[in-house]
């Protein structure tokens, strides 16, 4: 196959591409026409102080990487020509992160008040709140852990205690499976 035919191919697959991703509703451009700028505004301090889209700022840069995995491997001998068309291109959409950020206030000024959106910015610009907001996700996995002991050592002990209370209402319940749902170690031989 020759270099330009290649080129074709891999000009039609960005053209698919392109018009896979055109296919996708668009941000909708007057959501925030009924929201105040005063709205916006602190919506936006609010998004920006708790880092809210923070965890999508690897789309860009993984959809560029996907793509050019896919066009390297269908036009090995244009890797160069790939990489750099793609990095270049991907430069141009990183302008695009504001319309998340837009997007983002947005959702945001329609849950909370301009009054409730300044307090929020206030709390997570501050020294807690910045410490919260690094901390959180090790305080998540501690409390996760210790809410499964905790359940554990509760559901123990919620069998034991129904265990004895019904084998003291009826001490005959006990013959068949240990009733309060322990297994009991079978009695070893001397």
Do not use: C
């Given at each position: 196959m020759t270099r330009v035919s290649r080129f074709r191919r891999l000009t039609i697959a960005l053209a698919a591409s392109a018009m896979?991703?055109?296919?996708?509703?668009?941000?909708?451009?007057?959501?925030?026409?009924?929201?105040?700028?005063?709205?916006?505004?602190?919506?936006?301090?609010a998004v920006n102080a708790i880092?809210?889209?923070?965890?999508?700022?690897?789309?860009?840069?993984?959809?560029?990487?996907?793509?050019?995995?896919?066009?390297?491997?269908?036009?090995p001998d244009l890797q160069d020509a790939i990489i750099k068309t793609v990095d270049d291109e991907a430069l141009k959409l990183a302008a695009r992160r504001t319309d998340l950020e837009r997007e983002a206030a947005t959702i945001y000024a329609k849950v909370f008040s301009v009054d409730e959106l300044n307090a929020i910015a206030t709390f997570y610009d501050s020294a807690a709140g910045k410490k919260l907001i690094t901390e959180g996700p090790i305080i998540?996995?501690?409390?996760?852990?210790?809410?499964?002991?905790?359940?554990?050592?509760?559901?123990?002990?919620?069998?034991?205690?129904?265990?004895?209370?019904?084998?003291?209402?009826n001490p005959t319940a006990g013959q068949g499976a240990p009733i309060d749902g322990q297994e009991t170690a079978p009695a070893q031989a001397n």
């Open positions: 896979v991703a055109a296919s996708f509703p668009a941000f909708a451009q007057d959501a925030s026409a009924d929201i105040s700028e005063d709205h916006l505004k602190a919506a936006r301090a880092n809210a889209t923070d965890i999508y700022d690897s789309i860009l840069p993984e959809a560029a990487a996907s793509l050019k995995s896919t066009l390297i491997q269908k036009n998540v996995r501690d409390l996760t852990t210790a809410a499964e002991i905790w359940q554990r050592g509760i559901a123990r002990d919620l069998a034991a205690e129904v265990g004895k209370v019904l084998m003291a209402s």
